[in-house]
T-cell receptor
Framework: DGGITQSPKYLFRKEGQNVTLSCEQN?????MYWYRQDPGQGLRLIYY???????QKGDIAEGYSVSREKKESFPLTVTSAQKNPTAFYLC???????????????FGQGTRLTVV | AQSVSQHNHHVILSEAASLELGCNYS??????LFWYVQYPGQHLQLLLK??????LVKGIKGFEAEFIKSKFSFNLRKPSVQWSDTAEYFC????????????FGAGTRLAVHP
């Protein structure tokens, strides 16, 4: 079945460590997004990518990094520079500007990251 | 900068009451508008969307929303809520004239009591 797969579902990290969250999609979508969801703050955009080898900072990119080497994959690294990394992280994909703009984003099940 | 405001953070209703959730966005160009819903323990699902045409759009489960361009608003409505509508609702906007950035509001948590 087509969809977006995020792994792992739960992740624990020690302070000072980097950790990478996986996001894979088989929807043939060009655009991919990473959001952070905190209670009362909705979904805040961390990074987004419209095509392979291109990505843009969102509203809260500090302490995070991404790569987009393949169309299907958009991993997010939470670095030790992120001061408050404990959160629920959501990955999404859609079609980009210039290619059938009228589509919605599809979401993965999310990864809950806890810093211990 | 592009932003989305949802006016109600928490709404409590009894079954059969009518619902209206406010959403305003700040972007002067052409936009696509969405409402997503997140039921407890589940992932985000699309409720409805507006791209163009009739500003009154119908979604799943009896929801509808009206796009009022002059007010930069996209309010969500349902004439009669059910207990199963208990969820968190998110308004979202894509600036299709820009970089196709998808921005969400802070969400509205709806609790429906039997």
């Amino acid at each position: 079945d087509g969809g977006i797969t995020q792994s792992p579902k739960y992740l624990f990290r020690k302070e000072g460590q980097n950790v990478t969250l996986s996001c894979e999609q088989n929807l043939n979508h060009d655009a991919m997004y990473w959001y952070r969801q905190d209670p009362g703050q909705g979904l805040r955009l961390i990074y987004y990518s419209q095509i392979v080898n291109d990505f843009q900072k969102g509203d809260i990119a500090e302490g995070y990094s991404v790569s987009r080497e393949k169309k299907e994959s958009f991993p997010l690294t939470v670095t030790s520079a992120q001061k408050n990394p404990t959160a629920f992280y959501l990955c999404a994909s859609s079609t980009p500007k210039g290619q059938n703009l009228n589509t919605e984003a599809f979401f993965g099940q999310g990864t809950r990251l806890t810093v211990v | 900068a592009q932003s989305v405001s949802q006016h109600n953070h928490h709404v409590i209703l009894s079954e059969a009451a009518s619902l209206e959730l406010g959403c305003n966005y700040s972007y002067g160009g052409t936009v696509n508008l969405f409402w997503y819903v997140q039921y407890p323990g589940q992932h985000l699902q699309l409720l409805l969307k507006y791209f163009s045409g009739d500003p009154l759009v119908k979604g799943i489960k009896g929801f509808e929303a009206e796009f009022i361009k002059s007010k930069f608003s996209f309010n969500l409505r349902k004439p009669s809520v059910q207990w199963s509508d208990t969820a968190e609702y998110f308004c979202a906007v894509t600036d299709i004239g820009g970089y196709n950035k998808l921005i969400f509001g802070a969400g509205t948590r709806l609790a429906v009591h039997p």
